[in-house]
């Protein structure tokens, strides 16, 4: 019988696999005797434990933050670490138009370990099983009737479909912040009505995150204060010449206060309802109420109490060894980014700011960046040219340096980037293997063989080691002291700060005109001279607040 050439190709090609399987067979046996299904059951636990375990990695971890974050995530018990909160309620106010965008994430993430809280918004309602009150619901119709502030108010009730959907069609968000500062007088009422008697009562924005460790522990062991007295905390700013505690950083007012407040002057509400027509702020009309019906003012404790986020804090001095207990303008992500880094820090010790800036922000830093806002805005050097004067925003006008202060480096900043750089650069100082004692550089790199008599000396003698210690005491106490650690450059206008923050892209812009475009740099080795300098927070700086 004649074989085909395909069919004499297959039995060969078949022969060599069958001797491939029994060779494999062969060399594989004695680990399957070893260890029957091993592979099988370690690939099976592997996959198992990937989707059944509430460990993952840590996605904040990253090779610049693994001395202080660890590796690996364990979410099986989120709230094992949370502190005890007896006598002390969140409340939490935001409006209809953001609540399906902020509230969740605060519900997966601190509030699902508060036993009790209040949400508060512009529209009664239910996000899953929590509920949402009206702060407006017992506002008085006369007040309402003809204000054109409540038209939001009004076409939130006629909405058909999401709120969102609604807010998107129109694109006006104006309408909602001036809704919003009638909210703050009402939510104190039903507040006290809905959760009277508690110690403490904590208000915060829908983009606040709060510190809840670290609330706790000031409030019960370093503040020195006692909840029977009338009490308000916060961030202090001022609108013409009045001090009022900012909303979105957060505030504390203690439960005597509210008390007195809502119980023995049942009219304040309703007073402060019909003069919200002529006021800019709700948090304002709060602490006109409290100094017209009680006599408190707010008593400052900032930063700990603080209105930046991670990306904006202005890390360095005053904003270091202080513990944090707030944060504002947090987004949703920013909010779960927080939380987790809370989860997974390896220090159980107070949160320091610096932790803050070690942990979510030091591996972000880098030289440069281009369309960039880093913020920068403290000391200005402009084109002189009066268009280039009248074209640079006017707060930055106003922090420009007089140009018979300035140095050569400075006169030449606003002209790039890269001059706009060197403003930083010039305030460095050397490094103790760069220099000796009379200032002469490499001196430390001198072959002792080759070295005279005089040379070697000089570097062994006590007054040496005195000298040289005092210069060391000198350029460290220079390193601490410095005041340019980053820089932003546009349209030919160069800031440099006197601290360092992350920031925030900015757009690219349209146009080939280079002066348009926005950079930012850092000074690392500046940077890195402080935070060396200053050395480390042997205790946190908790502050006490400020006589009223």
């Known amino acids: 019988m004649i074989v085909s050439h ?22 594989m046996r004695p680990q399957w005797k070893e260890a029957p299904f091993e592979y099988a059951r370690d690939y099976y636990h592997s996959v198992k434990d990937y989707l059944g375990s509430p460990v993952y990695n840590n996605t904040l971890y990253t090779e610049g933050n693994k001395q202080t974050v660890n590796q690996f995530y364990n979410s099986s018990n989120p709230c094992a670490n949370f502190p005890d909160t007896d006598g002390v309620l969140l409340v939490m106010k935001t409006g209809a138009t953001e609540a399906f965008d902020r509230i969740p994430t605060h519900l997966l993430t601190t509030l699902n370990c508060l036993p009790d809280f209040l949400i508060f918004s512009d529209m009664e309602q239910q996000v899953g099983p929590y509920h949402i009150y009206d702060a407006l619901a017992e506002f008085e119709e006369s007040a309402k009737a003809h204000n054109e502030d409540f038209d939001l108010y009004r076409d939130q009730k006629e909405c058909p479909v999401s709120q969102k959907s609604c807010v998107d069609a129109k694109r006006d968000g104006q309408k909602a912040w001036n809704l919003d500062k009638y909210k703050f007088l009402p939510i104190m009422e039903q507040t006290w009505k809905l959760r009277p008697g508690r110690d403490w009562y904590i208000f915060a924005e829908a983009d606040t995150y709060v510190f809840w460790a670290n609330v706790m522990h000031w409030l019960k062991k370093e503040s020195g204060l006692n909840h029977r007295e009338k009490l308000y905390l916060g961030s202090r700013s001022f609108i013409g010449g009045t001090p009022f505690a900012h909303g979105g950083s957060g505030y504390i007012i203690s439960g005597t206060l509210l008390k007195h407040l809502i119980e023995y002057h049942p009219g304040v509400v309703k007073q402060y309802n019909v003069k919200g027509a002529h006021e800019c702020c709700g948090d304002l009309m709060l602490a006109q109420a409290l100094e017209e019906y009680e006599n408190v003012k707010i008593r400052q404790i900032w930063p700990m109490i603080n209105g930046e986020k991670p ?105 790039s980037p890269e001059n706009c750089a060197k403003v930083c650069g010039s305030q460095d100082v050397p490094d103790e293997d760069e220099w000796d004692l009379h200032g002469n550089v490499g001196r430390k790199n001198i072959n002792p063989s080759t070295a005279n008599d005089t040379e070697v000396a000089e570097d062994t003698s006590p007054s040496d080691a005195a000298a040289r210690e005092a210069w060391k005491k000198s350029m460290n106490e220079k390193k601490r002291n410095r005041s340019c650690f980053q820089y932003r450059w546009h349209e030919e206008v160069c800031c440099t700060a006197k601290s360092f923050k992350l920031g925030a892209p900015k757009a690219a812009p349209d146009d080939d005109n280079p002066n348009a475009r926005w950079a930012s740099g850092w000074h690392l080795k500046g940077i890195n001279d402080w935070i060396e300098a200053t050395g480390e927070c042997t205790k946190p700086e908790w502050k006490s607040p400020d006589p009223s």
Request: hydrophobic share 35%; with cysteine; charged share 30%.
């Open 311 to 415: 990306s904006t804090l202005p890390y360095g001095p005053g904003h270091w060894c202080e513990p944090i207990m707030t944060m504002h303008h947090m987004n949703a992500e920013e909010i779960s980014n927080v939380w987790q880094y809370e989860q997974t820090r390896k220090a159980d010790s107070t949160l320091l700011i610096k932790d803050l800036y070690e942990g979510l922000i030091r591996p972000k830093m880098q030289v440069a960046r281009q369309n960039w806002d880093n913020l920068s805005d403290d000391v200005c050097y402009i084109n002189r040219d009066p268009q280039a004067q009248q074209r640079a925003e006017g707060h930055l006008r106003d922090r420009q340096k007089e140009e018979k202060d300035m140095n050569d480096v400075e006169k030449e900043a606003w002209k």
């Open 6 to 27: 395909v069919s004499r190709r297959s039995r060969v090609f078949g022969g060599i696999a069958a001797l491939a399987l029994f060779a494999t067979y062969l060399h």
